[in-house]
T-cell receptor, first 113, second 112 residues
Framework: AQSVSQHNHHVILSEAASLELGCNYS??????LFWYVQYPGQHLQLLLK??????LVKGIKGFEAEFIKSKFSFNLRKPSVQWSDTAEYFC???????????FGKGTKLSVIP | EPEVTQTPSHQVTQMGQEVILRCVPI?????FYWYRQILGQKVEFLVS????????KSEIFDDQFSVERPDGSNFTLKIRSTKLEDSAMYFC??????????FGEGSRLTVL
């Protein structure tokens, strides 16, 4: 069975600080990888996804993530965070061809102005 | 921008009662899903639905749960006899293929 670990439960940063949120997964085959964001009171929104090709993927709002197959990791990065990035971030994995998306526990990001 | 809509946003029910959560997926999507998130825990997969049948389901999705697409637009999750541990936020999602899932805002279920 696939699983996803997000190592940080709550991250607090000042505006303009750089962000890296860790995500590791376990799955034996080809995977599709996702980062979703949930702003307070809103639904889950896709930030970025990786299916194949360039392991460095760029998403919306200046976010990017790098798929490192050897480390089973898909860390999310942003060079300079803003107060509006305050939200909960979820990493998710799906076996290629499967319908089931497995989520990590989420990382709450608080950005202090 | 098209979106997935869910009703009700919050439902409070007594243990043992039946509950139906409703979802209107994005109109050209063919794959439909239910996920749930118990407070403080992970978002968990419940079931996926394609071509009018369940395509995949998790261990959580036992005989108390059922899904239906009663007409061309709605996708419902029924919990036959609710238990306290069914209290959670239930998210509906849809997709065009097994690609990006678009989520609704969720229905909070509180079982007393």
């Amino acid at each position: 069975a696939q699983s996803v670990s997000q190592h940080n439960h709550h991250v607090i940063l000042s505006e303009a600080a750089s962000l890296e949120l860790g995500c590791n997964y376990s799955y034996g085959g080809t995977v599709n990888l996702f980062w979703y964001v949930q702003y307070p009171g809103q639904h889950l929104q896709l930030l970025l996804k990786y299916f194949s090709g360039d392991p460095l993927v760029k998403g919306i709002k200046g976010f990017e993530a790098e798929f490192i197959k050897s480390k089973f990791s898909f860390n999310l990065r942003k060079p300079s965070v803003q107060w509006s990035d305050t939200a909960e971030y979820f990493c998710a994995v799906r076996g290629a061809g499967s319908y089931q998306l497995t989520f990590g526990k989420g990382t709450k990001l608080s950005v202090i102005p | 921008e098209p979106e997935v809509t869910q009703t009700p946003s919050h439902q409070v029910t007594q243990m043992g009662q039946e509950v139906i959560l409703r979802c209107v997926p994005i109109s050209n999507h063919l794959y439909f899903y239910w996920y749930r998130q118990i407070l403080g825990q992970k978002v968990e997969f419940l079931v996926s639905f394609y071509n009018n049948e369940i395509s995949e389901k998790s261990e959580i999705f036992d005989d108390q749960f059922s899904v239906e697409r009663p007409d061309g637009s709605n996708f419902t999750l029924k919990i036959r006899s609710t238990k306290l541990e069914d209290s959670a936020m239930y998210f509906c999602a849809s997709s065009t293929t097994t690609g990006e899932l678009f989520f609704g805002e969720g229905s909070r279920l509180t079982v007393l």
